[in-house]
């Protein structure tokens, strides 16, 4: 089956780093997104990348401290977050599709606390 598995995230002070990981299994995928959702709030997105070309795109909120980077070995993107702020804490989800279809999968998601 297509699975999406999301890891890397825990507890930080505002201003430290994290490194989430989101792997993929069962099928190829033509982009795999980020997005993030705080308790009581709408999901929003964080950070969008294409195998096909390597092209990222970010939300203005994590411009400059967010990175997405590959691992086409392991089917994985990565999402390095940098000068992490206490507005960054949320679940963090990884979403996933395939060239030629609109479904998009979705990981468990892996939770993000930045204490102040």
């Known amino acids: 089956q297509v699975q999406l598995v999301e890891s890397g995230g825990g507890l930080v002070q505002a201003g430290g780093s994290l490194r989430l990981s989101c792997e993929g299994s069962?099928?190829?995928?033509?982009?795999m997104d980020w997005f993030r959702q705080a308790p009581g709030k709408e999901r929003d997105f964080v950070a969008a990348?294409?195998?096909?070309?390597?092209?990222?795109n970010y939300a203005d909120s994590v411009k400059g401290r967010f990175v997405v980077s590959r691992d086409n070995a392991k089917n994985t993107v990565y999402l390095q977050m940098n000068d992490l702020k206490p507005e960054d804490t949320a679940v963090y989800l990884c979403?996933?599709?395939?060239?030629?279809?609109?479904?998009?999968?979705w990981g468990q998601g892996t939770q993000v606390t930045v204490s102040s």
């Open positions: 990348f294409k195998w096909s070309d390597g092209t990222t």
């Open positions: 069962g099928r190829s995928f033509s982009e």
């Open positions: 979403a996933a599709k395939q060239e030629g279809y609109a479904y998009w999968f």
